[in-house]
């Protein structure tokens, strides 16, 4: 991946503005992102990066945290 995880995080907050994925690690767990949030960021990184997330990915783990999300669309860029 061409991107560094600030690039990351600044994509991440076009998305949702208010709030910390430098710091928050548990997006999900702590309902910070609601349903629509993740669907947008679903969709936003499938964009960005020619994906496709699977529904086997859209679990706690992989969205909890920007570094999570990260971690994610790398293992599945490699995968392609």
């Known amino acids: 991946m ?3 995880l600030e690039e990351f995080i600044e994509l991440l907050q076009d998305i949702k503005e208010d709030v ?7 997006l999900i767990d702590d309902h910070v992102l609601d349903s629509f949030d993740i669907l947008s960021t679903i969709s936003a990184l499938n964009e960005e990066f020619d994906i496709s ?3 086997a990915e ?21 995968e392609e």
């Open 20 to 26: 910390d994925f430098e710091n928050c690690t548990t």
């Open 53 to 55: 997330i699977p529904a």
């Open 2 to 4: 061409d991107m560094t």
């Open 58 to 78: 859209i679990v706690p783990e992989n969205f909890n945290s920007a570094a999570a999300l990260y971690a994610m669309v790398e293992r599945l860029l490699d």
